[in-house]
């Protein structure tokens, strides 16, 4: 585990280097090239977004006039309510079926899991417009491999698999096809950093399987569950890529505004209304803000020594 | 074996397997389709072969796609990852290094900045980040990209983690009394040992920005100056099999879709094997976001 398993004792190393260290100004140096980069293209836009969003086209402040307009909008609630409940069955899926996965995997004949683990995480190449793409084939019902399986549910055509109320199931299948494989391995990576004497303790105690994950593994796990939540709610919550595609391959049945982040691009590029992409930018940014907040100060799992 | 253990394997296996199929089949699907046409992958055997003449002829539909636009969109998508991966490590890896072990005003806000940017999702900069291009004028220029690209803070609290945890303090200060300058004792020490970390940095900076379609989606008009994302993205919307509405006159149908697809997610799909072993064992937390 690359966050998890930091030696404890390289804290205190370091703040005795930093003592023994009498060329301290030399830290900006090595910081400056990151620092110019963060600068730019982390702090400038966000506070730049935060001035547009409460100022208007003449520059003058208008409060939380362009956050009020903006979710006003007709379009503003259903996007919301979409990418909430694509989220709702997002999460509940990725947390059960992960953690089910990876307690599955572990423990078991080294060579299978390991090449079960690298299996499911290979989709993950096909991250983005690429995943997307190859679902929208493999959905429609007249070269899907699984067309028998449409049809069964009465979904003969494309239309009628992309049909708006499915959405966000569909979502779900796209981001858990290429995204589940990569948090198994974190969960796999976690479960060997429980220690093995106390699954074996627990054992000898009588505990089966299904005990010992759920009274032992899965409460160690907790902090992995916290932080995969936070991380794929603060992702999700940006949703563009999918809704984008889908739209475009469904005949206009999908508005091109299903998600929070597609209504703020229509503000700027459709409309030029720079004051209200930015409003609805803001908001986005916040969620993603405050999730990592929670993350960072909260869940302990990132040495900020 | 009792009756139990013996259901409980069985219960495993299925489970295992049906997700096997689950994340496989359709990568396998995805291989074989450019071998055979629309009309064979419609009527025939879903994972039948068709034959490598399929392939040469979906290659050749999909180059004739804007004279050749394909190539170009894989030149672009290397350019800007490329540019952006040389910038992310020469200022990650000095800074990583800075912040573990040089001690400056500022340096643990720096780091807590730098965590609290790297778990945010990077979609939620991206209209922000055009709005300070177009303020600039940069919007439209490959910089408006790379630039973006270049700043990866995940990389840097890589980096600090590793400078942390492997180089042993008595050394630092045995170079130093030596008579070693600050940056010698960089160049002598932790540069030799930085090559596991820089492969890392590179690994996880080249699959995202490789993979992103929002940010150049948004900042580049131009299809010749499209990277490979933003360019399937323009197959797909351009394809009769998506688009029967509009005249379409293309050869784009599901073959040359697959074969673009495929041949995009090559460099990331080559990446992914050579660090199979590192992936699977769980070394690279950060790999889902």
Redesign the interface.
Known sequence: ????T??RA??A??A????????????????A???V??L???????A??LW?SISNSRGQLVGLGQFTRTFADYRFLPAFGHVLMYLVIWLVTLMV?VV??AI??HG?MPRTS?A???????????????SV??????L?P????VGWLLEAFGWDTLAKVIAPDHLPVLFTVIAF?T?A???I??M???L?NIPHEVIEAARIDGAN?LQIALRVQIPMLRKWIAY?LI?AF??G??L??EP??VS??S?GMIPDGWSV?QV??LY??QAGD?HG??A???D??V???A???V??FRTGL???? | MTAKSIGARLAWLITAGLFLFFFVLPVIWLLLAPTKSDAEIIRNNPFAFGSLDGVVTAWRNLYAFQDGVIVTWLRNSAVYTGLALLITIATSIPAGYGLALTQFVGRKTLLTVTLLTMIMPNAALVLPLYLEMDALGLDGTIWSVVLPFSFFPFGVYLTYIYFSSTIPQDLLAAARLDGCSEWQVFRSIALPLARPIVALVGFFGFVGNWNNFFLPFVMLPDSAQYPAQVGLNNLLTSSAVFNTSSGVDNAIMRPELALATLVTVVPVLLVFLFSQRALVSGMLAGATK
Do not use: H
């Open positions: 585990m690359s966050q998890a930091v030696p390289a804290g190393r370091r005795a280097a930093r003592v023994a260290n009498p060329a301290g100004r030399m830290g900006y140096v090595f910081v090239g990151y620092f980069l963060l730019a293209f982390g702090v400038v836009p966000t730049y977004a547009l079926l089910l996965l599955m995997l078991r390991s079960l683990r690298f299996v499911y995480y290979l989709p993950g190449a096909l991250a983005g417009v690429a793409l190859l679902w929208l084939i493999l429609d007249a070269a899907s491999p096809w995204g494989g990569g948090w391995v974190i796999y990576g976690a060997n399987v995969m991380l603060a992702t919550t940006q563009f890529v984008q595609l475009t391959a005949w982040a703020s691009y700027a590029f720079f992409a930015a609805l930018a803001v986005l940014v969620v993603g803000l999730c990592a907040a993350v960072v990132f040495e900020k020594d």
